[in-house]
């Protein structure tokens, strides 16, 4: 499965859209992009995924760029409650292992 | 619908005690998890599995030793417990799936607190 790279942190201003990249360089063609969440100290929550259009549910959006090598998780308005860290995965559909990184921390401030 | 449901929520050991953390899922998936989580860090695999049965190592397998007997249950042991084994342990399971579905979604417990002294 492909490594992915994320900034450790990021901020935000409540309503503005927040913007959170990941880098997958290594990605091969059947990998998926996953993004997750984890709120206070409960278990990582699934937001989105994708292979190689853009996606778009209730919660966010997820665009993966044309060569594939990175993607970026929007959610449109970004409120306080979505001040947490947020992780990154790819991996193909004969993958057995989800190995989370250590994500982004967002910041959503008032 | 339960979903993913670990016991106990908190424990407290001393070094050198032996102790069990069970996971149990009410949607029939194949694929079993075992992270730890230490403060400030991201998830870590212990251990898996992906069928009844069977188990595999993870990332960070040691001091820890894992049972899938039944399906719907995936046991997390720890034979001497050490401080730095002090952790939330989180349990996740999927279902297994086709190979263009993308649907790898991972369902996970609300974890368990675990001091070792």
């Known amino acids: 499965d492909a490594k992915t790279t994320q900034p450790p942190s990021m901020d935000c201003a409540e309503g503005r859209a927040a913007n959170l990249p990941c880098n997958h360089s290594t990605i091969s063609g059947n990998e998926y992009v996953y993004w997750y969440r984890q709120i206070h100290s409960q278990g990582p929550q699934y937001i989105i995924h994708g292979l190689k259009n853009n996606e778009t549910n209730e919660m966010a959006s997820l665009i993966i760029t044309e060569d594939r090598k990175s993607s970026t998780l929007i959610l449109p308005h970004a409120t306080l409650r979505d001040t947490t860290v947020y992780y990154c995965i790819a991996m193909d559909n004969y993958g057995q292992n989800f190995v989370f990184g250590p994500g982004t921390r967002l910041s959503v401030l008032p | 619908n339960a979903g993913v449901t670990q016991t106990p929520k908190f424990r407290v050991l001393k070094t050198g005690q032996s102790m069990t953390l069970l996971c149990a899922q009410d949607m029939n998936h194949e694929y079993m998890y075992w992270y730890r989580q230490d403060p400030g860090m991201g998830l870590r695999l212990i251990h898996y599995s992906v069928g009844e049965g069977t188990t595999a190592k993870g990332e960070v397998p040691d001091g820890y030793n894992v049972s899938r007997l039944k399906k719907q249950n995936f046991l997390l042991g720890l034979e001497s417990a050490a401080p730095s084994q002090t952790s939330v342990y989180f349990c996740?399971?999927?279902?297994?799936?086709?190979?263009?579905?993308?649907?790898?979604?991972?369902?996970f417990g609300a974890g368990s607190r675990l001091t070792v002294l």
């Open positions: 996740a399971s999927r279902p297994r799936t086709g190979v263009f579905t993308g649907a790898n979604v991972l369902t």
